[in-house]
């Protein structure tokens, strides 16, 4: 079953504009990470925020965690041609330390 | 940096094959994975194996089983392949224990058509 769902689907934005992704999950969580996939490609880690942590920064990217809503974002500012790609969110559930689980991601479209 | 292999890119088998999947990584990670990957359902965990000899099955283990005889080295088995298993399969590792070490490592990925 799927733990985290992102919103939106999908999302289509200039280039220079700021992206927002959000990330909805059901049960308790160790942590919260996101990733990034390019077309046809594994994933590549982006960022981790822990339980006990309400943001997070990482260049361009800011990650919030409200555990009361059990809701994250993701937000990459001055957004770049080379920033299309789906975003993932994946939580590791309380008590499952090994394992990952994946929401079915953003498609972020960036129009030079 | 992690490096995580994959063995073929573009796999086509007929159904009712044997189909082995192979996957190596090269930082001495304890824990890998087999993810499978379909539109619209995001990544779904196969099985995962935290040490050499050791499995656990995920969420949808039917009709695959998994082999780790060494520790970088995990394989994923599709004993009688079926149309419904074509997908995109990705590999993962991590290393062992704390939070922070549970950021997942990923090979490029396998898509495998089942004809």
């Known amino acids: 079953s799927q733990q985290g769902e992102e919103d939106p689907q999908a999302l289509s934005i200039q280039e220079g504009e700021n992206a927002t992704m959000n990330c909805s999950y059901k049960t308790s969580i160790n942590n919260l990470q996101w990733y990034r996939q390019n077309s046809g490609r594994g994933l590549v880690h982006l960022i981790l925020i822990r339980s006990n942590e309400r943001e997070k920064h990482s260049g361009r990217l800011r990650v919030t965690l409200d555990t009361s809503k059990k809701s994250s974002s993701l937000l990459i500012t001055a957004s770049r041609a080379a920033d299309t790609a789906s975003y993932f969110c994946?939580?590791?559930?309380?008590?499952?330390?090994?394992?990952?689980?994946f929401g079915s991601g953003t498609q972020l479209t960036v129009l030079p | 940096d992690v490096k995580v292999t994959q063995s073929s890119r573009y796999l086509v088998k007929r159904t009712g094959e044997k189909v082995f999947l192979e996957c190596v990584q090269d930082?001495?990670?304890?824990?890998m994975f087999w993810y499978r990957q379909d539109p619209g359902l995001g990544l779904r965990l196969i099985y995962f194996s935290y040490d050499v000899k050791m499995k656990e099955k995920g969420d949808i283990p039917e009709g695959y089983s998994v082999s780790r005889e060494k520790k970088e080295r995990f394989s994923l088995i599709l004993e009688s392949a079926s149309t419904n298993q074509t997908s995109m399969y990705l590999c993962a590792s991590s290393a062992r224990g704390g939070v922070t070490n549970e950021k997942l490592f990923f090979g490029s990925g396998t898509q495998l058509s089942v004809l």
């Open positions: 994946a939580t590791v559930r309380s008590g499952s330390a090994r394992q990952l689980t």
């Open positions: 930082m001495d990670h304890e824990n």
